[in-house]
Nanobody, 126 residues
Framework: QLQASGGGSVQAGGSLRLSCEAFGRRFNRYRAVMGWFRQAPGKEREFVAAIIWSDGNTHYADSVKGRSTISRDNAKLTVDLQMNRLTHDDTAVYYC???????????????????WGQGTLVTVSS
């Protein structure tokens, strides 16, 4: 079970830090890939960032690359997404997801992830 937090309202140009806590069933995190996705009103869910838990290797969507950082904490079992220089286009519900058995296809594909959090709303105002 994943629990996302940290969403809220922010002005354009500002920053937010989203956090995802994995608790409950202790899956083998060393096989897991953790990802952040987002869904804006009327749009499909899209990939934002992912991190391979075992080696910390990261992947980013072009739209957030260079202004976002995904990280994980082994002790706290959390995955954070730091987003800077936010724009109105970043407004969406953000979801934390886990591919508990790793990725067999494309790391950016939502279908690769078998566990999802409830989502946290990020609203960027101009």
């Amino acid at each position: 079970q994943l629990q996302a937090s940290g969403g809220g309202s922010v002005q354009a140009g500002g920053s937010l830090r989203l956090s995802c806590e994995a608790f409950g069933r202790r899956f083998n995190r060393y096989r897991a890939v953790m990802g952040w996705f987002r869904q804006a009103p009327g749009k499909e869910r899209e990939f934002v960032a992912a991190i391979i838990w075992s080696d910390g290797n990261t992947h980013y969507a072009d739209s957030v690359k260079g202004r976002s950082t995904i990280s994980r904490d082994n002790a706290k079992l959390t995955v954070d997404l730091q987003m800077n220089r936010l724009t109105h286009d970043d407004t969406a519900v953000y979801y934390c997801a886990a591919a508990t058995g790793g990725i067999s296809g494309t790391i950016r594909s939502p279908s690769e992830y078998n566990s999802w959090g409830q989502g946290t709303l990020v609203t960027v105002s101009s």
